[in-house]
């Protein structure tokens, strides 16, 4: 099955169009997004652009649509990169300008309730955004982080006897499978992030809607902090920069079943980007890089059960083993590619994403 809506409205042509993110509400999926349209005459003379914040929620499978609008005439364009929406008090809440950003965007809260929207009124200053590259991630027994641009590295902790291993500059180093190391950031809600991604700190409301998940975000103090506990166990050089959160799955102890697959083991997943970039898997323990599956760039990645979706290199979606990066499955996505963001949910066996089909995007839902 693969359905989709287009997110366009009639009548009028974007400038500019962005997806904050896409989130669970209830029993609906929806899309949030911003867009702004070409000025009149008027509002040319006034100074004044059209902007629109816009809501689509959809039935889980897709066969219902509705949409509710905000439409503003003002000197100040949305961003979707500056907002962020998240649950609060049995609603959602969107606040249009959360982080600074690169742009003096309007800042306004929002209330977003039964697939309408109302304003609540202005926002709160906004905060400096701490990218994905920039945070420290705290684990038990050890944390990891990027230590320059292009190195990853974990740290143990006063109690990382757990993590064993010898502090090792991995970074030229063949893994099992002979691949050496290369050189060396919303989105959307994923069920399983909050219990693979864990974290010491993080603001409550914090990136709800890309699968982001509880990390540090202290900067630079919570690093000298984290540096401060022990010896670096291991450090990684990437062939592009850290875009996604560093989750963590599996047991402390490894074994192998009878295929000679590896079961159990503590293994860190993570993307990189911008510099075409991969969805890696690396041992907790050791630093030794499982696999690498080349993607071209990974922003977003989500986790279906054991295994791991995410954009491949043509912009379709895959599903990968996570054992080994092997694909598993093609998912069915018509003429649809991921937007540059991959904006993605799965939840309840289907695909929810922001796609394009080179004219336009859409909202679109594919069976998993």
């Known amino acids: 099955m693969l359905k989709s809506y287009p997110l366009t409205m009639q009548g009028v042509e974007f400038r500019g169009h962005g997806v ?11 899309f949030v997004h911003f867009a702004f349209a070409a000025p009149s005459e008027q509002n040319i003379a006034a100074k004044l652009t059209p902007s629109y914040v816009l809501l689509d929620t959809f039935s889980r499978d897709f066969s219902e649509r509705k949409r509710s609008v905000l439409a503003y005439e003002q000197r100040e ?4 990169a500056s907002a962020l929406c998240y649950p609060q008090d049995g609603h959602f809440v969107l606040n249009t300008r959360y982080y600074e950003g690169f742009v003096d965007s309007p800042a306004k809260l929002i209330k977003i309730q039964d697939g309408e929207m109302s304003e609540l009124g202005d926002a709160p200053a906004p905060v400096k955004q701490i990218y994905n590259d920039a945070r420290t991630y705290e684990f038990e027994g050890f944390c990891v982080r990027m230590s320059s641009p292009f190195m990853m590295e974990c740290i143990a902790s006063q109690d990382g006897s757990n ?3 010898a502090a090792a500059d991995l970074g030229g180093t063949p893994n099992s499978s002979g691949t050496v190391g290369e050189n060396l950031k919303n989105s959307s809600k994923n069920d399983d992030a909050a219990a693979v991604c864990k974290a010491s700190k993080s603001d409550p409301r914090n990136e709800t809607s890309e699968a982001k998940d509880k990390i540090s975000n202290g900067g630079k103090q919570t690093r000298k902090k984290a540096v401060a506990k022990g010896k670096t166990l291991w450090r990684l050089k990437l062939g592009a920069y850290l875009y996604t959160p560093v989750c963590l799955r599996g047991a402390a102890t490894s074994h192998f079943d009878a295929q000679g697959k590896r079961r159990g083991l503590e293994t860190l997943y993570f993307g990189t980007a911008g510099k075409g ?7 907790a323990a050791s630093g030794e890089m499982i696999f690498k599956f080349d993607t071209g760039g990974t922003e977003h990645f989500a986790w279906c059960e054991d295994k791991i979706l995410l954009a491949d290199r043509r912009g379709k979606p895959v599903l990968i083993s996570a054992d080994d990066g092997s694909i598993l499955k093609e998912v069915e996505f018509g003429k649809f590619q991921f937007g540059s963001d991959q904006i993605m949910l799965a939840s309840g066996g289907r695909l929810y994403a922001v796609a394009n089909d080179g004219a336009a995007m859409h909202a679109v839902c594919a069976d998993l």
């Open 77 to 80: 364009i949305f961003s979707a």
């Open 20 to 30: 904050t993110g896409i989130y669970e509400m209830d029993e609906r999926i929806a």
């Open 163 to 165: 993590l064993s291993g």
């Open 277 to 283: 970039g991969h969805l890696y898997a690396v041992s």
